[in-house]
């Protein structure tokens, strides 16, 4: 039978579809194969992510990678961790286009390389690979991959970081965690940040908490807010807690 | 819109188990996409219309089965399937369940034309 419209018809095919090597291509001369395969469809970015890991572990550096929205605060809080955390740290910076993330942080004496991901809405583990050759890991204990501000497709992207911190800035509402399950599921940790906008806002811990707690039971939620120290010395806590052995 | 970068992936492996297996053509291509697996299924049909056509899939049919979340309970020890996104469990609402299935993208089974 036809593959293309399931006529019966196997001779002068050619006027009835109009390809020149469709009797070439019936399926009756040929064999069919069932290949059962059970295979990652992103395996090969998986395994380039462990290579990155074990980078990472030979140089005994620990990565985080900061994903969230765009505008949340990721560089932000990166400019102002060094008043936190003893630790010395370097950032690998994703943005579409322009250095202006790199340059702010590298401004702040915070060595940072800047990838240019084009068009595309994550960085995944070649790109952050190629920029692990910009980096002195034997001068550092910590890096930051700061995601591309993006709360559905960086998810998917395993870089090679040891844990994933998500961060979710009060104006953009309590209700994300629900609206993007992939990308809190995945998170070790979620930090609240702006919390000095919480007066102005009607954004619900609570809601928040429960929403992760459905989603996320085994992550830590944080409040913090740059203009708040102790809310950032809990954070540079967790970063120094949860550094590799 | 990472669907296309996923396609991308997805046709490599296509190529690849075409040529180990001497294939010419692909004629279906499989895959179980996991609910809380960040892909939207209408997008990645989409994306694999367009990118198939210079590739080893080109009249392949492409053929997604929705894979719910699988949790295995240490509470109560039971495994439940569970449509929503949530990974509490159904029957005794414990937080101490494992995901068994539901968050992967898989690439399951090819019919190869040789």
């Given at each position: 039978m036809c593959k293309d419209c399931g006529c019966s018809i196997t001779q002068d095919h050619q006027g009835h579809h109009g390809h020149g090597d469709h009797l070439h291509s019936n399926p009756q001369l040929n064999d069919k194969k069932t290949l059962s395969v059970i295979h990652k469809i992103l395996d090969k970015n998986d395994v380039e992510a462990q290579h990155n890991r074990d980078h990472?572990?030979?140089?005994?550096?620990?990565?985080?990678?900061?994903?969230?929205?765009?505008?949340?605060?990721?560089?932000?809080?990166?400019?102002?961790?060094?008043?936190?955390?003893?630790?010395?740290?370097?950032?690998?910076?994703?943005?579409?286009?322009?250095?202006?993330?790199?340059?702010?942080?590298?401004?702040?004496?915070?060595?940072?390389?800047?990838?240019?991901?084009?068009?595309?809405?994550?960085?995944?583990?070649?790109?952050?690979?190629?920029?692990?050759?910009?980096?002195?890991?034997?001068?550092?204990?910590?890096?930051?991959?700061?995601?591309?501000?993006?709360?559905?497709?960086?998810?998917?992207?395993?870089?090679?970081?040891?844990?994933?911190?998500?961060?979710?800035?009060?104006?953009?509402?309590?209700?994300?965690?629900?609206?993007?399950?992939?990308?809190?599921?995945?998170?070790?940790?979620?930090?609240?940040?702006?919390?000095?906008?919480?007066?102005?806002?009607?954004?619900?811990?609570?809601?928040?908490?429960?929403?992760l707690h459905k989603l996320n039971p085994n992550s830590e939620l944080l409040v913090v807010s740059v203009k708040n120290s102790d809310s950032m010395k809990t954070l540079a806590n967790w970063i120094v807690n949860h550094q590799e052995q | 819109m990472h669907e296309y970068s996923i396609v991308m992936s997805l046709m490599e492996q296509c190529e690849r188990f075409a040529q180990q297996h001497q294939a010419q053509h692909i004629e279906q291509v499989e895959l179980k996409i996991g609910i809380l697996s960040g892909v939207e299924p209408a997008l990645l049909a989409q994306a694999f219309e367009t990118f198939k056509l210079d590739t080893v899939c080109h009249h392949a049919k492409l053929v997604m089965n929705i894979q719910p979340l699988v949790l295995q309970c240490s509470t109560c020890d039971t495994q439940s399937q569970v449509q929503e996104r949530t990974i509490i469990c159904p029957i005794c609402h414990s937080q101490h369940t494992q995901v068994i299935d539901g968050e992967d993208m898989m690439l399951m089974q090819l019919i190869l034309e040789t």
């Open positions: 990472f572990a030979s140089h005994h550096v620990t990565a985080f990678n900061l994903m969230s929205s765009p505008g949340s605060g990721k560089t932000t809080l990166l400019e102002c961790l060094p008043e936190y955390l003893e630790q010395k740290y370097a950032v690998i910076e994703g943005d579409l286009e322009t250095s202006r993330d790199a340059d702010r942080l590298i401004a702040k004496g915070i060595n940072a390389y800047q990838i240019q991901t084009g068009s595309a809405c994550h960085l995944d583990a070649f790109m952050v690979h190629g920029a692990l050759h910009h980096i002195d890991l034997g001068a550092i204990d910590i890096c930051f991959v700061e995601n591309v501000g993006n709360l559905v497709c960086p998810a998917s992207y395993d870089v090679g970081t040891h844990k994933n911190i998500v961060l979710l800035s009060v104006p953009e509402g309590d209700d994300k965690i629900e609206k993007y399950p992939v990308m809190f599921r995945r998170a070790d940790v979620v930090v609240i940040t702006k919390s000095d906008l919480l007066p102005y806002f009607d954004f619900s811990l609570e809601h928040a908490k429960q929403q | -």
